[in-house]
């Protein structure tokens, strides 16, 4: 029973400097692909591709598809052309895709000198697809039966074939022109007496999906279906490949990581946060922060344009921040739990008059409910015995009402357009909709207050 | 080859109407389960007992596993007693334990009363355990075999007892003592000899949690270690439950939009959007929003304590939104992509000083951008020919400075601290780190205001 022991990296570097190689071998093949990897990662040492040469063949082969690019290039470097072929023939399809797409040019060309032909040919026609496709994340080896075989012959042919498929619990059936006419399962095989016949017991309804297809929708129909793994076929629905579960799980953390960097206004990227150097962290964040600071000129010219009036009553600049303030969180509430919604794929554009009017309700009980509040701590505490308190005091709980309903129908309303002209629903999260709810709290804030306080 | 047809419920509800059973039976059969619960859920209806009653038993089981709450409610509620128990017999241990978990007292008492003797002990076992833990999401079923046993023997277990196991694919083998000692997979049963007995090809270093391990950990864990199914053992490493993947994929799901949501503050919820009502969205969005409010009373008192300062230079008064906007904006960059991480098992508080000073160097590179970028706009454009220009320009684009590396230390240092005192670091969001901040930035900025215009 193991779990990644905090500080084992290190008792790891002791044993390979003392060349210890038994005791080493011992330790690791106790350990998890991902755990082993980590290690190697927190070595980043010259003696890794010796400490990799002790671990058996294919638990190298796994270990190395869960290592981060770094620690991979140094590992490539130092193989030997047969040993960079060991591995790239333990791997899956798959997993050597996405080792081509992450090394640079000419470790690529070792690689895929390495590969066989078969493989070298596959993983060119997969490099094909657009990134972020289903055919960039699926595999080509999986688990082929005809619709007239019987049990017996289909589990027989899974236990000659499956050693080197990615999944054997799912079986494609196809017909002669490879067209997906249906799907069965281990389970349903061995359920099954031996003499019964692929055709009757294969699903017909077969879920497919495009080899075009986005990954997102691809790991999303995993989520709603329960599935193990799901067929990827052509447009003249010839099975292809097929996407596993394992990578439509990381596809899922992925998009999630980017939706929610693109609420905070960071450009998303691949890479974990500890992995990413100084500069390149800037560049994700500098260019938001520019767009935004210079779009908060507009609120700076609003301001400027009411000088006179704010000089007049100067208490009225004190509630700017909590005004604008209240407009952005108010309006980043709605915007987030509509871009979820539209993520999850719970709601779509023909609902937008349903979401409005629910925002537009809800919007009403909080600015009521804030402007209350407001006002009474107004009376009690800031404003208690200045001139013109009262009226001010309406001005300011006024302007929430007004702020709070622009917000929240604001934050809910650019999300779903976005969704419908095809821009991704999250980058019009916060910090977006706070600056445009900014400088429109204003126009309201000077509006109701040069109204009502004649200034 | 379906997916969900758009206008499909129409037609549903029609032919319900001119009860054509036979019709709508073959239309159900060739659709999936998520996609008959989405038709049920839109159908609202009285009459939807009745077309439940046509589903065969066993896709009427998945189709109401996938409905929610309101839908299972109003079906429960239309059944009869016998039907009731069909529909509870056939499903799985884990999916009677969230069904009770929902459902009103009297509800219960009807499931339960149906429930068979043995599923009624082990549904109020498992809902002994804490919510969101491991114990809470598990199954009881699954298949358990001997060291001792063959692969034959195993795969002739497997087919015997595999009809009402939630995964046969991962096996659990237990000693006596129904302590796990090792797990092995249909595919290596499959792929080995008849007569090689279980204990050679198990792999004895399982990963396993515990029964009070909270559900995100589990979760966490499937997507490290690419599991289908991961063993739950209790405080003697008895084997009690699996968690299957299905379930896991469901909790990552609802953990990244739980820290969506709070990072909007917004507390969280288990409902989706649109069958929340208005005043259940008004209840989750107005705790934060009045919080925010009255604690930007602190901004407001900074600014009455400057007003002089501000009556004697009015101009200043128009860069507040931008400057606050600003630092809020660098904050919750920082705080996100540290949540984030968190979440997602890449950072420890341990690492926060090496966190800390790479966003010490993240945020000098941006302040100096912002900074730059901001002084030549503010001589070029807002303060072009003004007053005291220059030392104005220069109070600014210092505030930015030092506003966004008081921004970013703070917004990656807090969502750290939560973490380690065990409270969610995603409260620590955006919101939060904004009020800080805006606090904060005003300081800073009055205080260079006053430094360098001497006022």
């Keep these: 029973m193991e779990t990644v022991k905090v500080g084992i990296t ?54 190395f598809v869960e290592m981060d690019d770094e620690t991979q290039k140094l590992l490539i470097h130092g193989f ?18 996405d080792l081509v ?23 060119n026609e997969l490099l094909k697809y657009p990134e972020d496709s289903a055919g960039s994340i699926m595999t080509t080896e999986y688990i082929v039966l005809r619709p007239e075989m019987t049990a017996e012959q289909s589990i027989k042919r899974i236990r000659r074939t499956g050693v080197d498929k990615e999944t054997i619990y799912i079986c494609y059936v196809t017909d002669d022109n490879s067209k997906l006419i249906g799907i069965t399962s281990v389970k349903d095989l061995l359920l099954s007496d031996d003499d019964v016949i692929v055709s009757e017991i294969m699903e017909e309804n077969v879920i497919c999906v495009n080899t075009l297809d986005d990954q997102e929708k691809v790991a999303q129909m995993f989520s709603n279906y329960n599935f193990l793994a799901l067929p990827v076929v052509d447009t003249e629905n010839r099975l292809v490949g097929i996407v596993t579960i394992d990578d439509a799980i990381d596809v899922l953390q992925e998009e999630a990581t980017e939706d929610i960097e693109k609420m905070a206004a960071v450009m998303p990227s691949d890479k974990p946060y500890m992995k990413t150097s100084v500069f390149g962290i800037y560049k994700k964040r500098i260019p938001w922060l520019l767009v935004l600071m210079l779009s908060a000129t507009f609120t700076s010219a609003i301001i400027s344009h009411f000088e006179s009036a704010l000089a007049s009553v100067i208490v009225l600049s004190s509630f700017i921040p909590m005004i604008t303030g209240t407009g952005g969180n108010a309006g980043s509430q709605a915007s987030v739990s509509v871009i979820r919604a539209l993520s999850l794929g719970e709601i779509k554009f023909c609902n937008a008059v349903k979401v409005l009017w629910k925002e537009f309700r809800v919007s009403i009980l909080c600015g009521v409910t804030l402007a209350a509040a407001n006002f009474i701590k107004l009376m009690i505490f800031d404003l208690n015995g200045k001139e013109n308190a009262l009226f001010i005091g309406l001005v300011v709980s006024l302007t929430l009402i007004g702020t709070i309903i622009m917000a929240k129908l604001i934050g809910s309303f650019l999300p779903m357009v976005a969704h419908k002209i095809g821009v991704d629903p999250a980058v019009m999260a916060s910090p977006l909709i706070t600056t445009i709810c900014d400088a429109l709290s204003l126009l309201i804030y000077f509006g109701i207050a040069t109204t009502i306080l004649h200034i």
């Design 10 to 63: 290190e008792t790891i570097r002791v044993l390979l400097e003392e060349k210890k190689f038994n005791t080493l071998r011992d330790i690791l093949v106790t350990l998890k692909p991902y755990d082993i990897a980590t290690i190697f990662e927190e070595l980043q040492d010259e003696k890794t591709p010796l400490l990799f040469r002790i671990l058996p063949k294919e638990l190298a082969a796994e270990t």
């Design 80 to 97: 030997s052309d047969t040993e960079l072929k060991e591995v790239v023939d333990e791997l899956f399809i798959d997993d050597v895709v």
């Design 101 to 123: 797409e992450e090394m640079p040019a000419n470790v690529v060309k070792r690689i895929l000198k390495q590969a066989d032909k078969d493989t070298r040919k596959t993983v």
